[in-house]
């Protein structure tokens, strides 16, 4: 058995909150953290940021050194000597600056991006620093009977190991992170596979098919949404 805090942890996708004023550059982040499965809020200024973090607190902020009003080394500088001082920050710094980059250092950041920056460098860097502040999400991924245990790449039902492929493991991660949510054949090909586009859906249903075979008894937890696509879950 397992508590209800664990249920609920593994549940949950990460919030990244982004204070950025550009608005161009703040749309593309907030579209990308989204497509990957990370649920992502942007704020153009300090003053709406601070509010949202009186409501809800993130697993993760990306925070802009430029700002206007109360500037992101101000906003760090309150976060470390506040309530929210272990809350990890990644600065994004101007091209070439290395200012920038010591005292966001120096300010506590526990990383910094310099722009202009490729986004798949962002996603890497954010979901990095996840697995270094949130381990104990990440590491195990429980539903019903079944374990994934990510470093050890390891699948158990009920105690029995399970022997996946490479693919059938992330698919079943991907499920799992994203627990209760219908995924497409389209986004689970994107995401699992990497295929930018709409490739070969075919795909996607036959390695559905192994899994569901391979998983046993835990199978029927990988659920067929008829017309939409996959989803992982104990409920209907
Ligand atoms: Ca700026």
């Known amino acids: 058995m ?39 809020k942007g ?3 300090g003053k709406s940021f601070w509010q949202a973090m009186e409501e809800k607190q993130p697993d993760l902020v990306l925070l802009d050194i430029m700002l206007p009003g109360e500037d992101g080394l ?13 809350l990890p920050v990644i600065m994004l710094t101007a091209k070439g600056s290395e200012y ?6 120096d300010g506590g950041a526990d990383d910094y991006i310099a722009k202009p920056f490729g986004l798949m460098e962002l996603k890497a860097r954010v979901n990095a620093l996840l697995r270094r502040t949130r381990p104990g999400n990440q590491e195990e991924l429980r539903l019903g009977d079944l374990r994934v245990n990510i470093p050890r790449h390891t699948v158990t ?16 991660v991907y499920l799992l992170r994203n627990e209760d949510a219908v995924l497409s054949r389209e986004q689970l090909l994107q995401q699992v ?21 391979k998983l046993g008894s835990a199978g029927a937890l990988v659920k067929t949404v008829r017309g939409l696509g996959y989803k992982i879950g104990e409920g209907e």
């Open 2 to 40: 397992y508590s209800q805090t664990d249920r609920k942890a593994a549940k949950a996708s990460p919030l990244i909150y982004l204070v950025e004023d550009e608005d161009s550059i703040r749309e593309l982040v907030l579209y990308t953290l989204d497509n990957s499965g990370l649920e992502a």
């Open 43 to 45: 704020f153009a200024e």
């Open 157 to 172: 039902v009920g105690g029995g190991e399970i022997s996946l492929t490479i693919k059938e493991f992330d698919l079943l």
């Open 100 to 105: 920038d980059k010591v005292s966001a250092l």
């Open 74 to 86: 101000s906003i760090l500088k309150k976060l470390r000597s506040s309530k929210f001082s272990r």
């Open 193 to 213: 596979w990497g295929y930018d586009f709409a490739g070969e859906t075919r795909t996607v249903d036959t390695h559905i098919l192994t899994l569901r075979s």
